[in-house]
C-alpha cells in the first residue's frame, strides 16, 4: 500500500499549493521543554548560545524552525540541545525533521554555506551526556517503506544505540552527539531512495524515571 503525504499539500485549494522546490533544503521544528523554575533563560540562552548563521531560523510561541543544508540543520540543533543542557534539569526536545515535501517553498533557506559545521566543536565537548531518545520514520510515497525502516533499524544496531521497538516508535539509547549523528544518517540514507521523508524524534536527559 502507497503512503501518501498527511500534510495535505496537494490540495489545490491551500495556499502552498504548486509551490514545491527541488532545492536541498532540509528543515526542522523542534520544542525544547525544561522541566525547571528557569526554563525561560534555559531556552533563551540555548537560542542565543546556538550559532544559527548557517541556516535560516525562526522562533515562535510554540517552536523553533532550523531550515537549510542537512548536515547544519542537525549541527544546530543538536548544539541547542547541548547548549540548554543543565545539571539535574530534566529536560526533553521534541521535533521532525523534513525533507522534500511537494508543498515545501523555495524560500526561507541558507544554501551557499560551506566547510564545517559552526557548531561541530560544541556539539562534541558538550554532547556526551547521555540520553533517552525515541523516533518514527515515515519515507513516504513509496510501497516498500518497510525497507527502509529496517534498514534504519540494522544502522541503528551498527552505531550502538541499542534499538528496542516500541508501540509506535523506536526508542535509543546514547549520547546527545550519537543520538543527532544517527538522525543525520537516516536523513542521508532516505535522500537516497524516497522524495519525501518525514522523522519524528523525541530525547530527554536527566530524567528522573527509573527503568528496569
Known amino acids: 500500500m502507497t503512503q501518501s503525504c498527511s500534510c495535505s499539500c496537494n490540495r489545490d485549494d491551500l495556499p502552498w499549493a504548486g509551490r514545491g522546490t527541488d532545492l536541498d533544503i532540509s528543515g526542522c521544528r523542534f520544542t525544547l521543554y525544561p522541566m525547571s523554575d528557569d526554563f525561560i533563560d534555559i531556552i533563551l540562552g540555548a537560542l542565543e548560545q546556538t550559532d544559527t548563521s548557517y541556516v535560516w531560523s525562526q522562533t515562535d510561541a510554540l517552536s523553533t524552525v532550523y531550515r537549510g543544508k542537512l548536515p547544519y540543520v542537525m549541527d544546530a540543533v543538536a548544539a541547542l540541545f547541548a547548549n540548554a543542557w543543565r545539571e539535574g534539569v530534566h529536560m526533553a526536545i521534541e521535533g521532525q525533521?523534513?525533507?522534500?515535501?511537494?508543498?515545501?517553498?523555495?524560500?526561507?533557506?541558507?544554501l551557499t554555506c560551506t566547510g564545517d559545521a559552526p557548531n561541530a566543536r560544541v556539539v562534541a565537548e558538550r554532547g556526551d551526556h547521555?540520553?533517552?531518545?525515541?523516533?518514527?520514520?515515515?519515507?513516504?510515497?513509496?510501497?516498500?517503506?518497510?525497507?527502509?525502516?529496517?534498514q534504519v533499524w540494522r544502522l541503528a544496531e551498527q552505531r550502538g544505540l541499542e534499538p528496542t521497538s516500541v508501540h509506535y516508535c523506536t526508542r535509543l539509547e546514547g549520547t546527545i552527539s550519537e543520538a543527532f549523528a544517527f538522525l543525520q544518517e537516516v536523513c542521508e540514507l532516505m535522500e537516497k531512495t524516497v522524495s519525501h521523508y518525514v522523522v519524528h524524534f523525541t530525547m530527554n536527559v536527566n530524567s528522573p524515571t527509573e527503568e528496569e
Do not use: Q, R, W
Open 97 to 110: 525533521i523534513s525533507k522534500g515535501c511537494p508543498g515545501d517553498i523555495s524560500g526561507d533557506s541558507v
Open 130 to 150: 547521555p540520553v533517552h531518545a525515541k523516533f518514527a520514520l515515515y519515507p513516504l510515497g513509496v510501497e516498500d517503506y518497510i525497507d527502509d525502516i529496517a
